[in-house]
């Protein structure tokens, strides 16, 4: 053997596989370069100018559940009756073109959109992260349901948010027990009934969680969920989604 061979067992240098990373990276970003989903160029995964595309929640919402009002406060239901979570996070409205791509990601396989909407829910909120809930716990999937799907897009987005602001995902801790129907078309009542005995909990959880979900409609499943959270001592519930399905601007409640 040549005296300048490696002697077995020699480890390469961390900085040595470093830069092999970094060069790979560099040459399959130019190999692949990122393009925005929705108009093709070239850049990011979602260009700026698709991104202001993206209806916007106002800056007068329901301090719980994200509905619009005209003046800062409580909706009128939530003013009566408070949900059983402490705060929706959400910059979007559930509406073209926002509305297709979502669609797209959850119903039709397309996947690629996973990155170009958590980034850019993200993103909205200047780098930080919305709260810091001490786990993330994405709403689950039946397990018939998951196969015919073969992904969860909640659980895609959790673990995108928790790489980014290091939080613990615990998609475990949460499970569906019934295969209910498509909540799509169906009234906030048939929605409760629908999501009746639904979930399960299991192992403990931490104070402050933050449930993630991909469109919040009537805030149904989040209550559902959120009820079962309080049962378990959970002090604090948040709720992270991707955009919030309304039909008009409410007026304050006086």
């Known amino acids: 053997m040549s005296s300048s061979s490696p002697a077995k067992?020699?480890?390469?240098?961390l900085s040595v596989l470093q830069l092999i990373y970094r060069n790979s990276q560099r040459i399959g970003q130019w190999l692949f370069p990122e393009h925005?989903?929705?108009?093709?160029?070239?850049?990011?995964?979602?260009?700026?100018?698709c991104a202001s595309d993206w209806p916007r929640l106002p800056d007068a919402v329901c301090s719980y559940c994200a509905l619009p009002l005209q003046a800062n406060g409580d909706c009128p239901v939530c003013s009566v009756e408070a949900p059983p979570y402490d705060h929706v996070y959400t910059p979007f409205v559930y509406a073209e073109p926002l509305s297709t791509a979502i669609l797209a990601w959850k119903f039709h396989q397309r996947l690629d959109w996973t990155r170009a909407l958590a980034q850019t829910w993200a993103e909205t909120w200047g780098g930080q992260a919305p709260s810091r809930p001490e786990c993330l716990?994405?709403?689950p999937l039946h397990a018939l349901r998951l196969r015919e799907r073969g992904y969860n897009q909640s659980l895609l987005l959790a673990r995108h948010w928790g790489k980014r602001w290091r939080i613990p995902v615990r998609p475990a801790a949460l499970r569906r027990c019934r295969n209910t129907r498509h909540q799509t078309g169906l009234s906030a009542a048939a929605r409760r009934e629908n999501l009746d005995a639904a979930f399960s909990l299991h192992g403990k959880l931490p104070a402050h969680v933050a449930i993630v979900d991909d469109v919040m409609t009537t805030g149904t499943t989040a209550a559902q969920i959120s009820e079962l959270l309080r049962s378990a001592g959970v002090q604090r519930i948040d709720v992270w989604v991707l955009a919030r399905a309304l039909r008009e601007v409410i007026p304050t409640h006086a």
């Open 36 to 49: 925005c989903r929705s108009c093709g160029v070239i850049g990011a995964a979602l260009c700026s100018a």
């Open 137 to 139: 716990l994405p709403v």
């Open 9 to 13: 067992g020699t480890s390469i240098p």
